[in-house]
């Protein structure tokens, strides 16, 4: 098995908008080179996945697709505590993926528009030169945005590549915003990759953890079957607005919360950088459970003051006690600031669970072998007969 390790940067070649000095043209897109065997780790972040909660994203390119129009990933995410492995199939022109399992599909769409993101802007049908003052752009007027190594704002967004890798081994790019200071968009960088004839270890995942819950479950609907209002902290620190569906949620179905974290002085602003938490209590206030330990993580992160969260409502009938906290801010891997500390207590109406197999189904099936029993002793007590 050979391996590479992408130890530091100084070799990378940086793309901008800008005409680099060479004497000879480069060529690159992504996905150039991509062969059976190849395999890559990454650690990934996405603003539209948890407002950009690091993950890891690894797959092992294991064979091609039998019309030769892709390749057959072994695809592995592992968010927090839970390990997704699964099947996806991305295409060679573009490396965009063409198929996923359901169970990865939403970490094959991190990977689309992070990692595989520079395919707007160059493919093998059109790839870009490396000397060329800009691949891709977008905007209008006098006014135009460098996709590629530009600079807006306060940040500088940067996409680094190595030409003889398929893949960028860097990322940094902010969110576009009226009022600084601007999240991340999304992020990433290459661990290791290498090539290998054989499934490597780091890829010998099992599943854990669930990402859906009971199938016959009522799909969360923030539009019609909601609960929606807002309560100041018990510090009066801050203004939680939150918004849940369903409106009446069972007991091992989804639950999706939406939460922005105001100023009391002015709701309309928000709170930015804010570390918090989910928790369950009992009737005495005892603490159950907090979503962000289930994910396994020490905190929840809303880098703009807005967040979403969906989770499986464990506690049984006939009413959920949950507490928001928030614990402060800072930046995402430190809470520098708990001068907004505080919580709130929200009682969510819970209904009884829903059987994943119908109980008319159940039915049906017992009188089917009820019926299957008794023509088969009437048959041997005919047979007894003759």
């Known amino acids: 098995m050979q391996k590479y390790f992408v130890l530091s940067l100084?070799?990378?070649l940086l793309i901008a908008p800008l005409s680099l000095q060479s004497a000879h043209a480069t060529t690159w897109?992504?996905?150039e080179g991509l062969k059976q065997g190849d395999y890559f780790r990454y650690d990934v972040c996405w603003i539209d996945w948890n407002n950009c909660t690091p993950l890891e994203i690894d797959f092992w390119v294991k064979d091609q697709t039998s019309d030769g129009s892709g390749w057959n990933l072994e695809f592995l995410a592992i968010d927090g505590a839970l390990v997704q492995k699964g099947n996806v199939t991305i295409a060679m022109t573009t490396p965009d993926p063409t198929y996923s399992d359901p169970n990865v599909s939403d970490y094959a769409s991190i990977y689309k528009n992070t990692i595989a993101w520079l395919d707007s802007c160059a493919s093998r049908d059109t790839p870009k030169d490396f000397n060329l003052p800009a691949w891709c752009r977008n905007g209008g007027g006098s006014y135009k945005t460098w996709m590629i190594g530009?600079?807006?704002?306060?940040n500088d967004n940067?996409?680094?590549?190595?030409?003889?890798?398929?893949?960028p081994v860097k990322a940094q790019i902010f969110a576009d915003v009226t009022t600084p200071p601007a999240p991340p968009q999304y992020t990433f960088e290459l661990l290791q990759t290498g090539n290998s004839s054989t499934e490597p270890?780091?890829?010998?995942r099992v599943s854990t953890g669930t990402i859906i819950g009971n199938p016959n479950c009522p799909a969360p609907d923030m539009q019609n079957d909601a609960v929606h209002d807002s309560i100041t902290t018990d510090s009066g620190s801050a203004t939680i607005e939150y918004r849940y569906s369903p409106s009446v949620p069972h007991q091992g179905c989804p639950l999706e919360w939406r939460l922005s974290f105001e100023k009391n002085f002015d709701l309309s602003q928000k709170y930015s950088a804010v570390h918090y938490d989910i928790f369950t209590v009992d009737d005495n206030g005892v603490k159950l459970n907090s979503v962000a330990q289930d994910n396994g993580r020490t905190d929840l992160f809303a880098p703009v003051g807005d967040d979403g969260r969906t989770i499986i409502l464990k506690q049984p009938p006939p009413?959920?006690?949950f507490v928001i906290a928030v614990l402060g801010t800072g930046p995402q891997d430190s809470l520098t600031d708990t001068s907004v500390s505080g919580i709130v207590k929200i009682d969510v109406k819970t209904a009884e669970s829903i059987p994943e197999f119908p109980v008319t189904a159940l039915l049906i099936m017992a009188i089917v072998i009820a019926m299957g029993?008794?023509?088969?002793r009437a048959r041997s007590r005919l047979s007894i007969k003759f």
């Open 10 to 12: 100084f070799a990378v």
């Open 158 to 167: 940067t996409i680094w590549v190595v030409p003889s890798l398929p893949f």
């Open 201 to 204: 270890d780091f890829i010998k």
């Open 150 to 154: 530009w600079h807006k704002g306060e």
């Open 373 to 376: 029993i008794f023509f088969t």
């Open 319 to 321: 009413t959920t006690h």
């Open 29 to 31: 897109y992504p996905g």
